[in-house]
């Protein structure tokens, strides 16, 4: 079972991806993840990426591709997996449908977390200050850019998905326990 899981900054989508990654026995491949272990190791993509990340911008559709043709083809994937945080732009939804064309690779389910932009705000400002190991791009600034950042390349990623008959949206303001069952009445 393949899934991708939409939501913006804050919204609980890294919640609920590991608790589907444990109730299915699936791999999360989360494009956020990947990035910060490259700016961790400090290779040249991590470098080039930091800055970047730092501002709350996208990187480059192409080396985002490279990561995530890469990692749909590791046999940790066979079972299943749930993409987080990709596809990011419209580029990259286009691309990421040629390539499961390629591979034979079927996406079961589209899945949107919809979470009203005050509350978004107020819960990473909790998360930023509740949390030791502070993420460079949690802080109520960023956070601004990387929604609009959202509504301007990723909503139409959802809208394209919607368009295809592909979305199930989904109320991500109630507790993290009921979206969650949500998510499994949709699968
Ligand atoms: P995330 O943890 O998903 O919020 O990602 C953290 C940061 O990594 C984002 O703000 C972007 O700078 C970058 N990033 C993650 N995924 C993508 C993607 N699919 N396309 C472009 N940039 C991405």
């Known amino acids: 079972m393949n899934l991708i899981l939409f939501g913006p900054p804050g919204a609980g989508k890294g919640t609920q991806a590991k608790m589907l990654i444990d109730k ?7 494009t956020g993840d990947m990035l910060r272990d490259e700016v961790n190791s400090q290779s040249e993509l991590g470098k080039s990426a930091k800055s970047i990340m730092d501002r709350g911008d996208l990187v480059s559709d192409d080396i985002i591709m490279a990561m995530i043709e890469k990692r749909i083809q590791m046999t940790d994937c066979n079972n299943g997996f749930i993409l987080d945080g990709f ?22 389910n589209v899945i949107e977390i919809v979470v009203d932009e005050n509350l978004l705000l107020e819960r990473i400002n909790k998360r930023s200050t509740e949390n030791k190991n502070i993420r460079n791009d949690d802080n109520s600034v960023i956070l601004k850019n990387r929604i609009k950042v959202y509504k301007k390349d990723t909503m139409p990623v959802i809208e394209y998905y919607r368009n295809l008959n592909k979305l199930n949206a989904i109320d991500g303001m109630q507790s993290i326990e009921k979206v969650f069952q949500e998510i499994l009445k949709i699968l």
């Open 87 to 108: 596809p990011r732009t419209l580029k990259q939804a286009v691309e990421l449908d040629q390539l499961l064309d390629n591979f034979k690779i079927n996406i079961k």
């Open 24 to 30: 299915f026995d699936l791999v999360q491949i989360s």
